[in-house]
């Protein structure tokens, strides 16, 4: 299985060396994968390696070091093709050259895959979660990460309380709802039949039974690239719209499952800073107002339920119902 992630700058780096990488290594997270040779490999550019470097013989890094099983690739920033534009888009512009690369490898590689996202804290459960429904069903699974943001006047989250609250899927749960900031407050909601906010973008539901989080931008995903995705996603012009193309294309073709009960794995997403109400208020994501109709859905009905109203495939059961 190839674990794979893209980083540059010092910020990515040290989120995935100081956060991401040290919530994958818990007692149900990379070591734990059964029967599968897990390596990791990190795409960069050359000007990012001497940091990148310093932390290569770090403990969380163990695991994958006494296999052998590390490795960084570092690519020249200039890439064909790569817009010369003003600084605050030219490292949108660059990620995507380099994910496209990234993505077009792994494809080629006919391996199981897991999607490391550098600035993403994991549950403890989403590797064995995602990796058994991938095993039972043969399809690309993700389940979905939430955004948690710091109080006012906190300039950021604590590494330290992001690290103890994915030790354990539920307590990352718990972290989440306490902390989840605005735009996922804003649709945040107990009544099936009332939607609060703009019904676009996110929806947490929740009762004194279950709950179900529902977000336009699922991540990790673990999986297996078919032929028709390597022909398509082999060619670099295809990652146009950022890093949710080949996810989407996915989807698209009914090859994505979702895994949405919170209990078997989540992951969050820091954010630097609290943001205003007026920038979430704003800003419009793609269709989970859909989720009104399948919350009306009687409970136990729901667990049951596999479609979301389009193409994911979304499940509800634990994955020892399955």
């Known amino acids: 299985m190839i674990v794979f992630t893209v980083a540059f700058g010092e910020s990515y780096i040290r989120k995935l060396f100081e956060r991401s990488l040290p919530s994958l290594m818990g007692p149900r997270g990379l070591p734990s994968v059964q029967g599968e040779n897990v390596k990791l490999v990190i795409y960069t550019f050359n000007d990012s390696m001497p940091l990148i470097n310093s932390y290569l013989g770090r403990e969380e890094l163990r695991f994958f070091n006494k296999a052998g099983n590390l490795q960084v690739i570092a690519m020249n920033a ?22 496209a690369h990234a993505v ?3 494809a080629r590689s006919n391996e199981i895959f897991f999607h490391l996202s550098p600035d993403i804290v994991y549950g403890d459960g989403v590797v064995d979660s995602c990796y058994q429904l991938h095993k039972l069903t043969g399809r690309n699974v993700v389940v979905f990460n939430g955004r948690v943001a710091p109080a006012h006047g906190m300039l ?11 030790r354990t899927s ?38 004194s039974a279950m709950r179900l989080i529902f977000c336009s931008t699922p991540n990790p995903v ?4 078919n032929t028709a995705d390597v022909s398509v996603l082999s ?5 146009h719209s950022w890093d949710h193309y080949w996810v989407d294309f996915l989807a698209a073709n009914n090859r994505l499952m979702v895994q949405t009960n919170l ?14 109400e007026k920038h979430f208020l704003e800003s419009q994501l793609d269709g989970v107002a859909r989720a009104g109709t399948l919350l009306g859905i009687q409970e136990q009905e729901l667990r ?11 499940c509800f059961t634990s994955t020892a119902s399955l």
């Open 235 to 239: 060619d670099s012009d295809c990652m």
């Open 170 to 207: 539920s307590d990352l749960a718990e972290y989440f709802f306490q902390n989840m900031n605005f735009k996922w407050r804003l649709h945040a909601t107990q009544d099936p039949s009332r939607i609060p906010g703009p019904t676009a973008g996110n929806l947490i539901y929740q009762s």
């Open 156 to 166: 950021e989250l604590a590494t330290a309380a992001l690290l103890q609250a994915a």
């Open 222 to 225: 673990l999986g297996k690239f």
């Open 263 to 276: 209990n078997n794995g989540m992951s969050i997403e820091p954010e630097p800073a609290f943001k205003d």
């Open 104 to 106: 077009a490898e792994v």
């Open 78 to 99: 200039k890439q064909p093709g790569d817009a010369q534009a003003a600084p605050k888009t030219q490292g949108r512009s660059i990620a995507s050259s380099l994910l």
């Open 304 to 314: 049951r339920h596999r479609k979301f109203n389009g193409p994911h495939n979304f």
